[in-house]
């Protein structure tokens, strides 16, 4: 069973920048999708950005411009880059990976407070 572990979550004021880190144990790392989700209390789980195997992204619409995945296949670790932070930011961000259109592995989340 694969192991998904984020980090680097924290609190930051508005307009600041957070760097969060998602290593894995994926034995085929290069072959996996992999994603960021995030959940605000009292709501649901939303996508925020994706890596695909194939090298393309894609991003909500809410963070687009502001947010970046980066992946380091070596390391086995995808990446979330959040500049300008909003306090609508706010959530438990998760990583996950996949091979096909469903994610199979999912981590623990990690917090991101942004105060205003």
């Known amino acids: 069973q694969a192991q998904l572990v984020e980090s680097g979550g924290g609190l930051v004021q508005a307009g600041g920048s957070l760097r969060l880190s998602c290593a894995t144990s994926l034995r085929t790392f290069n072959h996996y999708n992999l994603a960021w989700f995030r959940q605000a209390p009292g709501k649901e789980r939303e996508f925020v950005a994706i890596?695909?195997?194939?090298?393309?992204?894609s991003y909500a619409d809410s963070v687009k411009g502001r947010f970046t995945i980066s992946r380091d296949n070596t390391k086995m670790t995808v990446y979330l880059q959040m500049n300008t932070l909003k306090p609508e930011d706010t959530a438990v961000y998760y990583c996950a990976a996949g091979l096909d259109s469903k994610f199979d592995y999912w981590g623990q989340g990690t917090q991101v407070t942004v105060s205003s």
């Open positions: 890596f695909r195997w194939t090298g393309s992204t």
